[in-house]
T-cell receptor
Framework: GAGVSQTPSNKVTEKGKYVELRCDPI?????LYWYRQSLGQGPEFLIY????????DSGLPNDRFFAVRPEGSVSTLKIQRTERGDSAVYLC??????????????FGPGTRLTVL | GENVEQHPSTLSVQEGDSAVIKCTYS??????FPWYKQELGKGPQLIID?????GEKKDQRIAVTLNKTAKHFSLHITETQPEDSAVYFC??????????FGTGTRLQVFP
């Protein structure tokens, strides 16, 4: 079946611009996660959705970063006033989201963001 | 907060040899430890995991061991093959959903 998909696969923007990154989770998965992976590093947690609501946004680095999931399926990560330090691969993952249990997270291929 | 350290950062082995990657964690409350394999241009893929009530788990050529007292866990790959070449990440679970990843190990298996 279809896995997690992310678009675009690559995004190049200029410092100060606004970008949106999209994630389509596995059908039926209620939990959705965003991670940021800088070069040579492991993924770093940003935010976790259970359904439409952000259950944990403690990893968002500052108020330039925002994510939404209005219908409990597709999610968009939004970055305002991009900075060169935002350059990274942004990974999305989804899981079945059964409460009280750890549910395996399935990762998408990521969006490589480059801020010039 | 949880901190996960991973060693070595790079590892080169001859095909057929074994490879071992080690991780340590700081939060004694962590109770789930997955290992991910990431190939170029792809997202991480779960290859094996272990829960804190188990000391060892095997799946064909891959095994993971956990020492809760020492707060470290290791990935063992036996009879390595060129297709095992990738970046491997360990992780520890904080709470029920937040994975804290190590910095990764680039494994190269030479034919």
């Amino acid at each position: 079946g279809a896995g997690v998909s992310q678009t675009p696969s690559n995004k190049v923007t200029e410092k100060g611009k606004y970008v949106e990154l999209r994630c389509d989770p596995i059908s039926g998965h209620t939990a959705l996660y965003w991670y940021r992976q800088s070069l040579g590093q492991g993924p770093e947690f940003l935010i976790y959705f259970q359904g439409t609501g952000a259950a944990d946004d403690s990893g968002l680095p500052n108020d330039r970063f925002f994510a939404v999931r209005p219908e409990g399926s597709v999610s968009t990560l939004k970055i305002q006033r991009t900075e060169r330090g935002d350059s990274a691969v942004y990974l999305c993952a989804s899981s079945t989201g059964v409460p009280g249990l750890y549910n395996e997270q399935f990762f998408g291929p990521g969006t490589r963001l480059t801020v010039l | 907060g949880e901190n996960v350290e991973q060693h070595p950062s790079t590892l080169s082995v001859q095909e057929g040899d074994s490879a071992v990657i080690k991780c340590t964690y700081s939060d004694s409350a962590s109770n789930y430890f997955p290992w991910y394999k990431q190939e170029l241009g792809k997202g991480p893929q779960l290859i094996i995991d272990i829960r804190s009530n188990v000391g060892e788990k095997k799946d064909q050529r891959i095994a993971v061991t956990l020492n809760k007292t020492a707060k470290h866990f290791s990935l063992h790959i036996t009879e390595t093959q060129p297709e095992d070449s990738a970046v491997y990440f360990c992780a520890a679970l904080r709470g029920t959903d937040k994975l804290i990843f190590g910095t990764g190990t680039r494994l190269q298996v030479f034919p």
